[in-house]
Structure formats: C-alpha cells, structure tokens
C-alpha cells in the first residue's frame, strides 16, 4: 500500500540535543510538507519541499532544519536552538502543489522534552 | 494573506442530530478550500475540497460543504451525526494567486456524540 511512514511514534529529547524525524513516502510525489502541531493552535508549517534538492521555509522554520536529498524521504531535525520543542509533528505530501492539490499526511511524532 | 476561521472550538451533537461546523476564510484571490479530519494521535484525513467547481461539495462519511463566496464560507454538515464522526475537523485554505505555496489552517474544531 502507498503511503506516509513516520519515525518514531515518540521521540524523546534532551536539552541541548538535536533530534531527527524521519518521513518517507512511496507516493511517487514531488512536494512534502513539515507541520507543527500544539493544542487548540491548528497545523502551522515549517518547511516545504517542491522537488528534490530544494525546499523553503514556512511560518516557523527557527530552530528547525530539513533535507531532500531523496524524493521519497523529508527528514526534520528539531535542534537545540529551537527552544520548545514539545507538540505533535505531521509530515505530509502531495503530487505537486500548486494549490489544489490533496496533502496526505502520515501518522505523526510526538517530540517530548526530558 | 490567507486566514481561516473556524467557529467553535468545541461542538456538541446527539447521535443522529444535524452536524454543523463553521468555517469562515480571507484571501484576495480565488480560494481552494479544504476539510480535514483527524482521530486522537493521528495524521489528517481529507473529507473534501472545493477547487472551483460546483460550490456544493460532496465528501467522504456523509459529510458537504457549500462554498458560499458572498460570505466567504465553508461550512461543513453532516445530516445525522454518528458515533464514529466524533474527531477534530480542520478547515484550510490555499490562494490560486501565483507563487502562493502554503495551505493555512484553522485552529480546528473537535465534535463530540453523545449517544
């Protein structure tokens, strides 16, 4: 089955330590998607991807870094910079974007401090 | 910039009662609309989307939404609420303008059943 794969469920970090989520995706697509997740706040996007080799940040890439080196793999490390860590993380694809185009997301880490 | 409103952080329905979750949206352009679902420490799942088509949209689980530009409104209903459509809903918007790469949420509404 196609799908999103995310790794690990739960994730946790100590201070000062970088952390790396994985995402990996057989969709075939071309754009993938980082989002932040806190309660009653909605999803807000860290970094986007369009093709590989190349991705942008998003509303609240500070603290955070990304690689596409792959098509099918997006990895997010969460570093020591980024001060409060602790939410839901939801990666994402979608075929391309241009705008109208579904994002499929996969099941989620959740990024707990020590 | 795009925004989204959705009203009501938290909606209560009986089972089989009407389900109405309100969402409001801005942009300068042409919107596309989404809906999405999420169940406890899961991703999203798509419900619908409007891209321009007909302006009422048919979804998955019973689930409409009328695109109302008038308004600037997306709002989704479900006619009889069921056990299992207990979840939180997000509502988000993406502009057609060119250059325009970011879907942006609102901050989601979580529906209870009660039985």
């Known amino acids: 089955d196609g799908g999103i794969t995310q790794s690990p469920k739960y994730l946790f970090r100590k201070e000062g330590q970088n952390v790396t989520l994985s995402c990996e995706q057989n969709l075939n697509h071309d754009a993938m998607y980082w989002y932040r997740q806190d309660p009653g706040q909605g999803l807000r996007l860290i970094y986007y991807?369009?093709?590989?080799?190349?991705?942008q940040k998003g509303d609240i890439a500070e603290g955070y870094s990304v690689s596409r080196e792959k098509k099918e793999s997006f990895p997010l490390t969460v570093t020591s910079a980024q001060k409060n860590p602790t939410a839901f993380y939801l990666c994402?694809?979608?075929?391309?974007?241009?705008?109208?185009?579904?994002?499929?997301f996969g099941p989620g880490t959740r990024l707990l401090v020590l | 910039a795009q925004s989204v409103t959705q009203l009501g952080s938290h909606v209560s329905v009986s089972e089989g009662a009407l389900v109405l979750l309100r969402c409001n949206y801005s942009?300068?352009?042409?919107?596309?609309l989404f809906w999405y679902v999420q169940y406890p420490n899961q991703g999203l799942q798509l419900l619908l989307k409007y891209t321009s088509a007909a302006t009422l949209v048919k979804g998955i689980n019973g689930f409409e939404a009328e695109f109302k530009k008038s308004e600037t409104s997306f709002h989704l209903t479900k006619p009889s609420a069921h056990m299992s459509d207990a979840a939180e809903y997000f509502c988000a918007v993406s502009d057609t303008g060119a250059g325009s790469y970011q879907l942006t949420f609102g901050k989601g509404t979580k529906l209870s059943v009660i039985p």
């Open positions: 994402a694809s979608s075929i391309v974007w241009t705008g109208g185009e579904t994002q499929y």
């Open positions: 942009s300068s352009v042409p919107p596309y």
């Open positions: 991807s369009q093709i590989v080799n190349d991705f």
